[in-house]
């Protein structure tokens, strides 16, 4: 399922997002700004004259919403009510598929030709932003006295770029771990509760082991899916990708060393992962735990009810993501923002509002609500998902630079050397750190 940590789904698009920031920070270039950090913040500037709140939205309007397939079965329910309430506005839902979704809504951005709304993952509003395709909503949200407070801190703060606010979250989620009790009790291991530290996660991982049956499910492919969860591993070290200020990479430290290494080595060395590691992806790994193949690996809620429906006798037990030093995950999920090229922002801002409410916004997502007051909402009170809800807590968003997708593409080239044995982990690492320090570096 899409969503950012963007997870599972939102995992799929890394390469694409690859090419489509690539193609957006050329297109900055082609437009006569920079091609560097500095553009972006000129072209994002440049839309806001443009965001304040003009006529009324009362005379008839048709609104296009550009939103993602994984939401078609969900979608009608909430324009009929959005519909109900504003009778004169319509909504004509575009739905987009996972493959290309990304490169498609940055082109329709930049050349001013999109629709009046996306849906958007929470990393895609920077580049979008960076594009000038992106409405700021700050004017909107203080003529309706929107409390951003009650937004989860990490969910609107990725939202925002220059103290701008460029979308409104309505989807927020990070990353668990989810593990099979039934394969725990087998080997000997309390099923009460999930490891706490990676150290445990290495021991019991061995114990799970044995013959068909692997103690640990890992990304070996896949952008999004691997580098969300080693840099999971990485931040729950107490370490960090970039340094503070995002102008160098910090994956030369011992503490992202040691989990890239461990990441690799229970592969290579421990052999607790399945040999068809660099062939799997998130799904892969999930359809691996839905049939009794793996007794652990990280991800989602919305991993949750695909493997109940694939595996009605599943004995599932959900903990956090383990930590050694810090109690940290990557924050990811979905908003909703008004294009530049909308004629009826009023409206969009109306549909924005709405969707973004606690109780519309629990009922649209795939995962959690990015409201704070919806977490007692009946249908995350489920014992599996509140541990997922709970992380949300320690939740943290990833940097928010328009070069952040191909600094993903750089580690995951890296980390496959590794994987595939023509790199140490030390070695690829200061290979990753380079390439990315030189990426920064370039203005």
Known sequence: MRGA??????????????????????????????????????????????????????????LTFWDGAWNDAKTPGIVKK??????????????????????????????????DLVNMAVDWITPFAAVGGLMPLDDYIKKDNVDLKDFYDGAISV??????????????????????????????IDAAKGPENWTQVMEQAQKLTKGDVYGIALPGTNVGNLTTQLFNMIMSNGGAILNSDNTKSM?????????????????????????????????????????????????????IDPIKQANANAQMGVAMVPANKNRKTILGGWAVGVTTSSKNPDAAW????????????????????SRKSAAGNPKYQDPLAKPLLEALAYAQPLPQIPQWTQIKQIVFDNVQLALSGKASPEDAMKQASKAIDDLLAKK
């Open 350 to 369: 109306k549909f924005i509002n709405f969707i973004t409410q606690p109780d519309i916004s629990a009922e649209y997502s795939v995962t959690f609500s």
């Open 159 to 188: 939202a925002k770029v220059n103290d701008k606010v460029y979308a409104l979250p309505y989807r927020t989620e990070t990353h668990g771990l989810i593990y099979n009790k039934k394969l725990f009790e087998a080997a000997g």
């Open 251 to 303: 994956l030369t430290e011992p503490a992202a060393v040691e989990m890239v290494k461990l990441y690799v080595e229970l592969y290579t060395k421990y052999k607790v992962v399945p040999n068809s590691m660099l062939q799997n992806d998130g799904v892969a790994n999930r359809n691996l735990f839905s049939n009794d193949k793996i007794g652990m690996y990280m991800t989602g809620i919305y991993d």
């Open 82 to 115: 959005f519909e109900e309430k504003y009778p004169n506005i319509k909504i004509k839902v575009q739905s987009n598929p996972d493959n290309g979704m990304s490169d498609k809504y940055l082109i329709a951005l930049k050349q001013k030709n999109g629709p």
């Open 5 to 62: 940590i963007r997870m599972s789904r939102v995992k799929k698009t890394g390469a694409s997002l690859t090419a489509a920031v690539m193609l957006g920070t050329s297109l900055v270039g082609c437009g006569g700004g920079s091609t560097g950090v500095s553009g972006p913040d000129k072209a994002a500037d440049k839309a806001v004259d443009t965001a304040k709140p003009s006529a009324s939205a009362d005379k008839p309007v048709e």
